[in-house]
């Protein structure tokens, strides 16, 4: 009976010692099954550094979304020493059917490799910036986010008439451009962006995926940022980010879809000159 006693302490006692850590691992996201198979098809086996302090990325989430359909991202990054800086962001969504909600890769003309959109979160889940440098790098902020059933979440809108609308886009320069300074820009895309997991209320069929995959944008033909995303991204899909004018020219997005429709809108752009 002592043998037993004593080996049940010793148990007890590993498992105090086994798990704080196995707790603290799930706490921070960093032992999520699915999280390791998106970080290899993403990055391979390159290191990811964790950047909790906002040194080259910075993610914004809620922490309670008011509506899991709708919940507003923005990813900050900022310039390294030597001239390094972000050249590709991924988000990423670990609990959503399809984690990789989007990688937006920056030209120089981008000046700032930001992105800010609205995304659908089906489950509870750890949302994650990873910030690809110019030197190899790879930088990660998370946030861990309550929200469920935003993919599955019924459409917002009648469907015919966002079927209608389907399409149109509007460009929009925030303030002024300056030559040869960043310049906020937003683009606003009429589009169901159908998960293929939400049901019509009133057929009670699941509505056919069908939603914007692909996004270039240009300025005065020259690539300024481009975006690969799913369904992850709200209906009617909306991008913040920026370019840099260097003197008069067009701003335009070209879109294309997962039923390969391409949509596309430019906007004329007479930048400020400003003397030095």
């Not at 962001?89 to 700032?112: Q, W, Y």
């Not at 790098?137 to 059933?149: E, L, N, P």
């Not at 692909?214 to 300025?219: E, F, G, K, N, P």
């Amino acid at each position: 009976m002592k043998m037993k006693s004593a080996l049940a302490l010793l148990v007890a006692g590993l498992l105090m010692l086994v798990l704080p850590a196995v707790h603290a691992a799930s706490e921070d996201g960093s032992d999520s099954v699915i999280w390791g198979k998106v970080k290899t098809a993403l990055v391979g086996e390159r290191t990811v550094i964790d950047d909790e302090a906002g040194t080259v990325v910075e993610l914004e989430a809620p922490v309670r979304a008011e509506d899991a359909a709708v919940v507003p991202i923005a990813i900050h990054t900022r310039q390294l020493p030597g001239g390094v800086h972000v050249t590709r962001l991924h988000l990423v969504i670990d609990e959503n059917p399809s984690p990789i909600g989007g990688t937006f890769t920056f030209a120089p003309l981008a000046g700032r490799a930001d992105i800010e959109t609205r995304v659908r979160i089906e489950a509870y889940s750890w949302v994650r910036a990873l910030a690809e440098t110019s030197d190899g790098k790879v930088y990660m902020a998370r946030r861990f986010v309550k929200a469920s059933g935003g993919c599955s979440a019924p459409a917002g809108k009648d469907r015919e008439e966002a079927l209608a609308r389907m399409g149109k886009l509007k460009l929009r320069v925030e303030d002024d451009a300056v030559a040869g300074q960043p310049s906020a820009v937003q683009l606003m895309i009429s589009h169901p962006n159908s998960s293929g997991l939400a049901m019509d209320q009133l057929t009670r069929l699941f509505v056919p995926p069908h939603f914007v995959r692909r996004v270039d944008v240009t300025y005065a033909g020259k690539p300024v940022m481009s975006a690969d995303v799913d369904f992850s991204i709200s209906e009617n899909p909306n991008f913040r980010f920026y370019f840099v004018p260097e003197g008069p020219g067009e701003l335009k997005a070209e879109i294309v879809d997962s039923q390969d429709l391409h949509f596309e809108s430019s906007v004329a752009i007479k930048p400020e000159m400003r003397g030095s």
